[in-house]
T-cell receptor
Framework: GIQVEQSPPDLILQEGANSTLRCNFS?????LQWFHQNPWGQLINLFY???GTKQNGRLSATTVATERYSLLYISSSQTTDSGVYFC??????????????FGTGTRLKVLA | KAGVTQTPRYLIKTRGQQVTLSCSPI?????VSWYQQTPGQGLQFLFE???????NKGNFPGRFSGRQFSNSRSEMNVSTLELGDSALYLC??????????????FGPGTRLTVL
C-alpha cells in the first residue's frame, strides 16, 4: 500500500522562527490534507491541497503531486503552533473506494 | 454550522467489556470514517460508512464494528475489550467520498481507557 513519510519527526523552534515540514508519499494520490493536532487530541484542518499552493495567514502549503511531496511552511512561529502536524493522503483501495492514510507526524515545540 | 460531535469524550472500561461510541457528522455530510490513534501505531483507518453502508474497512479484527443510520450518524462498537484497545478514537465526516473534493473534518475524539 501507499507509504506516507513526514520529516522531521521532531522540531524545536524559538518563537519567531520559520520552519518547513515535509510529507512524501509513495504513489499517486487523489487528495491531501494537513492537520494540526492540539494537546487535547483534536485534529484541526489546516489545508486541503491535492496540488498547488495555498496560504492562510502565517501558514502556507505546497503540493507537487507529480513529484509526490507536500510542504507546510510556518512563518514567525508562536507558542500556540506547538503540537503535532499530520499529513494525510487519500488513496485508492479498489476501483471506486478510497481511504485516507496518515503520516507519522511532525512534533513541533515552539519555545517562548 | 456545527462541527463533528463525538460522545462520550472519555470512557473507562475493563477487559472483556464492550463499548459503543457515537459520532454525529456535519449537517449535510454523508460519509463518516473512524480512526484509531495510539502512540505506537499512530493514526489508523478503521472503517468508512456512506449511505448506511460500510464502504471500506481497515485491518482490524472483527471485534471492531460499526453502523450508520439514515441521518448519517454513526456508531462504532468494540466487543471483548483488550488492553491494547486503549486509544483515542476519532471520527471524520465528509460530503461524499465519490466527490473529487473529499475534504475530511474531524471530531474531538473519544479517549478510551481499558483497565
Amino acid at each position: 500500500g501507499i507509504q506516507v513519510e513526514q520529516s522531521p519527526p521532531d522540531l524545536i523552534l524559538q518563537e519567531g522562527a520559520n520552519s518547513t515540514l515535509r510529507c512524501n508519499f509513495s504513489d499517486s494520490v487523489n487528495n491531501l490534507q494537513w492537520f494540526h493536532q492540539n494537546p487535547w487530541g483534536q485534529l484541526i484542518n489546516l489545508f486541503y491541497i491535492p496540488s498547488g499552493t495555498k496560504q492562510n495567514g502565517r501558514l502556507s502549503a505546497t503540493t507537487v503531486a507529480t513529484e509526490r511531496y507536500s510542504l507546510l511552511y510556518i512563518s514567525s512561529s508562536q507558542t500556540t503552533d506547538s503540537g503535532v502536524y499530520f499529513c494525510a493522503v487519500e488513496s485508492s483501495i479498489t476501483s471506486g473506494t478510497y481511504k485516507y492514510i496518515f503520516g507519522t507526524g511532525t512534533r513541533l515545540k515552539v519555545l517562548a | 454550522k456545527a462541527g463533528v460531535t463525538q460522545t462520550p469524550r472519555y470512557l473507562i472500561k475493563t477487559r472483556g467489556q464492550q463499548v459503543t461510541l457515537s459520532c454525529s457528522p456535519i449537517s449535510g455530510h454523508r460519509s463518516v470514517s473512524w480512526y484509531q490513534q495510539t502512540p505506537g501505531q499512530g493514526l489508523q483507518f478503521l472503517f468508512e460508512y456512506f449511505s448506511e453502508t460500510q464502504r471500506n474497512k481497515g485491518n482490524f479484527p472483527g471485534r471492531f464494528s460499526g453502523r450508520q443510520f439514515s441521518n448519517s450518524r454513526s456508531e462504532m462498537n468494540v466487543s471483548t475489550l483488550e488492553l491494547g484497545d486503549s486509544a483515542l478514537y476519532l471520527c471524520a465526516s465528509s460530503l461524499d467520498p465519490l466527490n473529487i473534493y473529499n475534504e475530511q473534518f474531524f471530531g474531538p475524539g473519544t479517549r478510551l481507557t481499558v483497565l
